[in-house]
Structure formats: structure tokens, C-alpha cells
């Protein structure tokens, strides 16, 4: 994406993949480690995946400018506890602010994020989008490689009943295939 497109608040998506899936009562959101700038992998095992809020009742992984996505991370366990625990209105408020507060508007990330009850995706365009169910399932991915980790796990979808290894396929899949994607995989679970 070029420079013209960011300026006009678009995100742009780095090099790395997350992928969240929901399926038998469980969420799984898993995450490469690799960190690269341009074309060379400045670190291989960054943790993208993490558990916030209070009792780490909420997990979310990032894809883009690390900074930012812990910006919007602290921001985010704000809005949870304003909002005494509940994911879909606390995202909904972030989603406000970093769309319309003019520090935020500049931040280059997206996020996956889930609790017990939700799995969603997070833009600066201000969407908080819920992934379409499959059956009894949910799947996400942002990042350079999430539209490969995405086509894997619906595949995977009809013949895994683990999340887990639904994920973990599925980023080995991305993986293989996206140059910006390392098999150094962090996966947290609800």
C-alpha cells in the first residue's frame, strides 16, 4: 500500500499473521514471531498474542507497528474495565476513539480480540467486525499472511474439531507460504 492510502486513514497491514478461531465452546487466537523490517527479519520470536484485562479474561493478538498495537492494547483494557468486562462495548468505544481521536487515527495496527462470548476483528477505520459463523465455528486472521491462515482453517474447519489445531495448521500453512510469517507460533486460548 503506498504512503497516499495511509495518509487517507487506510490501515496498512505489516508483515505477520494472526489467526483467531472459535469452535466447541473454545477460542484459540494464535500468532506468528516473526518481526520484520522490509525485506530483513529483525526478530524472530515477538509475542503477538497476549491476555489483558482483568484476570485475563480477554486475549487479542496484533498484526503491524508494535508500538502501536500496545498503545491500542492499554487502550483497550481501559475501555474493559470502564466497561466492567464486556469485550463487545469496550471495543466498540476503542473503535470510536481510533477513529476519531487525531493521535490515534495515525496508528498503523489491527487486532483480533476475544473473550468467552465474542471474536472479533479491530480497525482504525473504526469497524469492530464479528467473523461469520460456519456452522458452529468462527474464523479471523489479519496480517500479510492472514488471508492463507484464513483459506486453511476453513478447510481444516470441516475435518478438526480442535481450535487449537485448527490454528496451529493453519499458521504452519501461512507460514510455508507468506515470506513475512515464521512457524514460531504463540496461541492463547478462552
Known amino acids: 500500500m503506498n504512503s497516499d492510502a495511509a495518509s487517507h486513514g487506510l490501515v496498512q497491514w505489516h508483515g505477520t499473521t494472526i489467526i483467531g478461531v ?20 529483525m526478530k524472530p520470536n ?17 498484526a503491524g507497528a508494535t508500538a502501536d498495537a500496545f498503545t491500542l492494547f492499554e487502550r483497550l483494557e ?7 468486562g464486556q469485550l463487545m462495548r469496550a471495543a466498540v468505544e476503542l473503535a470510536k476513539d481510533w477513529r476519531t481521536d487525531k493521535y490515534l487515527r495515525n496508528l498503523e495496527a489491527l487486532m483480533i480480540v476475544a473473550d468467552a462470548d465474542s471474536l ?13 459463523a460456519i456452522g458452529d465455528s468462527q474464523i479471523a486472521s489479519i496480517g500479510s499472511g492472514g488471508n492463507y491462515a484464513l483459506a486453511a482453517a476453513r478447510a ?3 475435518y478438526e474439531d480442535d ?18 510469517t515464521n512457524d514460531r507460533v504463540t496461541v492463547e486460548t478462552i
Open 120 to 132: 472479533l476483528i479491530l480497525t482504525g477505520n473504526g469497524d469492530v467486525l464479528e467473523p461469520e
Open 78 to 84: 481501559r475501555k474493559l474495565e470502564q466497561h466492567r
Open 156 to 158: 481444516l474447519d470441516a
Open 22 to 41: 472459535r469452535k466447541g465452546g473454545r477460542t484459540v487466537i494464535a500468532g506468528d514471531g516473526q518481526v520484520s523490517m522490509g525485506n530483513t527479519v
Open 46 to 62: 515477538a509475542r503477538k498474542v497476549r491476555r489483558i484485562g482483568e484476570g485475563g479474561k480477554v486475549i487479542g493478538g496484533f
Open 163 to 180: 481450535p487449537e489445531q485448527i490454528a496451529r495448521k493453519a499458521m504452519q500453512v501461512a507460514a510455508d507460504i507468506c515470506v513475512f
